[in-house]
């Protein structure tokens, strides 16, 4: 099936730092997420990305957290500066429309926070 | 919003038998995927099923909108079966998955 690339697959960082994740969707798909899940627990919606906008977040979408996609390329969630509680795995999906459609997830990046 | 209840919580079977996994959700969803996540963390989609019954492979997902709930059978299981499912809805109104604890499933040879 259709594959989403995520890179770096791991990243360990000292609090305070910045860190970005990167996506590479589906090449056709015009609507992008981030998803989160702590160690343990439930994965979680954080947003949603579609024509240059946050479509919508949720509450863990902090004010430290951003996205974009410049030019088509990655689509990346930039957190600055980190916490401890950032550290999760952080997925990736994208898909062709938004409500109906079936999203694609990538193999996400554990981010270990220090 | 949508709440996502999946039972049982944990399964543990023997080689060849089958599993029968529920997700039960509260509000009207547009979609619904299964998801398999394997004990090392990594995450693939199952199926996409909002309505009716989907089959691949040893699976078969069938979905009754109107009573909002959702199962996904596995037959014949393997010790390679052996992880988490999770269900996922739709939040109504909304592209976002809303996902359940999962059921974690326990194959043994």
């Known amino acids: 099936g259709p594959k989403v690339l995520q890179i770096p697959s791991h990243q360990i960082i000292d609090m305070g730092q910045m860190v970005t994740l990167n996506c590479d969707p589906v090449?056709?798909?015009?609507?992008f997420y981030w998803y989160k899940q702590i160690l343990g627990q439930q994965m979680e919606f954080l947003v949603n990305?579609?024509?240059?906008?946050?479509?919508?977040k949720s509450k863990l979408f902090k004010d430290q957290f951003s996205v974009e996609r410049p030019d088509g390329s990655y689509f990346t969630l930039k957190i600055q500066p980190t916490a401890l509680e950032d550290s999760a795995v952080y997925f990736c999906?994208?898909?062709?429309?938004?409500?109906?459609?079936?999203?694609?997830f990538g193999p996400g990046t554990r981010l270990l926070v220090l | 919003g949508q709440q996502v209840q999946q039972s049982p919580s944990s399964l543990v079977l023997q080689e060849g038998e089958n599993a029968e996994l529920q997700c039960n959700f509260s509000s009207t969803a547009t979609q619904l995927q299964w998801f398999y996540q394997s004990p090392g963390g990594s995450l693939v989609s199952l199926l996409s099923?909002?309505?009716g019954t989907k089959h691949t492979g040893r699976l078969t997902s069938t979905t009754v909108t109107k009573e909002r709930r959702s199962s996904l059978h596995i037959s014949s299981s393997q010790t390679t079966d052996s992880g988490t499912y999770l269900c996922a809805p739709h939040q109504g109104g909304s592209a976002k998955l809303i996902f359940g604890e999962g059921t974690k499933l326990t194959v043994s040879s």
């Open positions: 999906a994208s898909s062709l429309g938004d409500r109906g459609d079936t999203q694609y």
């Open positions: 990305f579609y024509n240059g906008k946050v479509m919508e």
């Open positions: 090449s056709n798909h015009l609507y």
């Open positions: 099923n909002p309505s």
